[in-house]
C-alpha cells in the first residue's frame, strides 16, 4: 500500500517537474514535487530554493499578478474594519505650545512630552470620550503632535 503511494507520488513528482517553468505551481503544489522527488531520490542533490526556482518558477507576469492580488486584499480589510476618526471628539483639549519645563529637550522629546501632560490632564478630567494615547487612526499623541508640530 505504501509503495504504492509512493510510486503515485513520485509520478505526480515528475509530471510536475516536466511541466514548463511559465505553468505555475502553488507554494503547497511545489513542496508536495519537492517531497516526492526527495523520497524517491530524484533531487540530483538540489535543495528546496534550487527545487523551487528550477521546477516551480513562474513567469513574470504571472508574478506581478499574484502580487497585486495578494496586496490587494488586505487593503480591502483595512478599509473594511472600523477606524477612529482623525478628528478628535468633543471636549478634548490639546496644548497650545510646549511647556515651559520641556523647552530645553530636543524638539520631539518636548512634544511628546507636552502631550503627554495634556493627556493626563484630559484623563483626569475626564474629556477624552474614548480617544486613546495611540489608536489607528490617530489617538491623542497623533493629533497633539500635528498640533504642535503646526505651531512651531
Not at 538540489?46 to 518558477?57: L, T, V
Not at 507636552?114 to 478630567?125: P, V
Request: proline letters at 4%; hydrophobic letters at 40%.
Amino acid at each position: 500500500m505504501f509503495s504504492m503511494k509512493l510510486a503515485a507520488l513520485v509520478v505526480t513528482a515528475l509530471v510536475a517537474c516536466s511541466a514548463a517553468p511559465a505553468n505555475a505551481l502553488t507554494m503547497k503544489e511545489c513542496g508536495e514535487s519537492y517531497r516526492a522527488a526527495k523520497e524517491g531520490g530524484n533531487l540530483n542533490g538540489m535543495d528546496w530554493a534550487a527545487f523551487r526556482k528550477d521546477k516551480c518558477a513562474t513567469s513574470a507576469g504571472e508574478s506581478v499578478s499574484a502580487d497585486s492580488v495578494k496586496t490587494a486584499e488586505p487593503a480591502e480589510q483595512d478599509t473594511s474594519a472600523a477606524v477612529s476618526p482623525t478628528v478628535a471628539p468633543a471636549g478634548v483639549t490639546f496644548p497650545a505650545t510646549l511647556a515651559a519645563e520641556f523647552k530645553t529637550e530636543k524638539p520631539a522629546k518636548a512634544r511628546m512630552k507636552t502631550c503627554l501632560q495634556g493627556y493626563h490632564d484630559n484623563k483626569e478630567a475626564g474629556t477624552l470620550n474614548g480617544l486613546r494615547w495611540i489608536q489607528k487612526g490617530g489617538g491623542y499623541y497623533s493629533l497633539c503632535n500635528a498640533r504642535l508640530k503646526a505651531e512651531s
